[in-house]
């Protein structure tokens, strides 16, 4: 699933490609991607006229600003945006394609068919779900450092779960979870209410460094991810833990352990995080 680093870089490239172009018409493949409305001829005709403004992040979600609505994606496991000349061969699994007036396609691409997209008033889209429930992200510019400590003190379930949360904190998935806790020497079965107020900093400064790395490294590309204009990212060359099973820990030299935590593949060095 693309975490926050890799749909950062989707939001930045897709930037560049469809930043105001007028919406012509819409074609829809597969309708269980539109969750809100749940008409598919209404979100259909809303879209018509609309122009992209901007396109924002929050978590791991795409929030597209549009002349009058805001246009709600999450890419969820295979997710996947395009932009393509009128004509252009369409690949197999492109369930959504948005006709601009002059010509090109912004076409969603979803192997597993997992995504989903919501249609807002302008102002409504943090008020309802999906996005009521989710916590910022480490990356916000007013992130709540206290807030996010009191939940985690206030856990008594395992911190790598904890971080999994998204209404504890956004963006952060499997990947940037095990890496974090390798930076910050936190062993992931650690409780939330076992951490001191220090710790919690740390694991917090090193979720943002090593989010920031990602998002200069286009991202992880572990099996299938590709940002907007098709290119794969390098932070998976960077990777201390995740994915390195058996293999020497690049601080001490000890094996990199893979356990099972809450049925999540949890990689970690049982000597620089030790339990």
């Known amino acids: 699933m693309p975490e926050l680093p890799e749909v950062e870089t989707i939001r930045q490239t897709l930037r560049q490609l469809v930043i105001g172009k007028e919406m012509e018409s819409v074609d829809i493949k597969w309708p269980k991607i539109i969750q809100k409305p749940d008409d598919m001829e209404e979100f259909k005709q809303l879209l018509v006229g609309q122009t992209i403004e901007e396109i924002r992040r929050k978590g791991k979600f795409l929030l597209f600003d549009l002349t009058d609505l805001v246009l709600v994606s999450h890419l969820r496991m295979e997710g996947k945006y395009g932009v393509f000349q009128k004509g252009e061969e369409i690949a197999e699994h492109t369930h959504i394609t948005f006709h601009f007036v002059d010509g090109t396609e912004l076409r969603y691409r979803d192997v597993r068919k997992f995504g989903t997209m919501h249609l807002f008033e302008k102002g409504a889209e943090l008020d309802e779900k999906p996005l009521i429930q989710l916590a910022m992200d480490p990356l916000e510019?007013?992130?709540?450092?206290?807030?996010?400590?009191?939940?985690?003190?206030?856990?008594?379930?395992?911190?790598?779960?904890?971080?999994?949360?998204?209404?504890?904190?956004?963006?952060?998935?499997?990947?940037?979870?095990?890496?974090?806790?390798?930076?910050?020497?936190?062993?992931?079965?650690?409780?939330?209410?076992?951490?001191?107020?220090?710790?919690?900093?740390?694991?917090?400064?090193?979720?943002?460094?090593?989010?920031?790395?990602?998002?200069?490294?286009?991202?992880?590309?572990?099996?299938?991810?590709?940002?907007?204009?098709?290119?794969?990212?390098?932070?998976?060359?960077?990777?201390?833990?995740?994915?390195?099973?058996?293999?020497?820990?690049?601080?001490?030299?000890?094996?990199?352990?893979?356990?099972?935590?809450?049925?999540?593949?949890?990689?970690?060095c049982p000597t620089c995080q030790q339990l």
């Open 141 to 268: 510019e007013h992130f709540s450092f206290t807030l996010f400590a009191q939940k985690i003190q206030k856990s008594e379930r395992v911190i790598k779960n904890i971080l999994l949360d998204q209404t504890v904190i956004a963006g952060l998935g499997n990947i940037y979870v095990d890496e974090t806790l390798f930076l910050a020497g936190i062993h992931p079965l650690r409780k939330g209410n076992s951490l001191t107020l220090s710790e919690i900093e740390t694991i917090y400064q090193s979720a943002v460094l090593t989010l920031q790395e990602a998002i200069k490294q286009g991202g992880t590309t572990i099996r299938s991810y590709v940002n907007s204009q098709g290119q794969i990212g390098m932070f998976q060359q960077q990777l201390h833990v995740y994915g390195q099973t058996d293999k020497a820990c690049r601080k001490c030299h000890d094996k990199i352990v893979k356990m099972k935590v809450n049925g999540r593949g949890t990689h970690f």
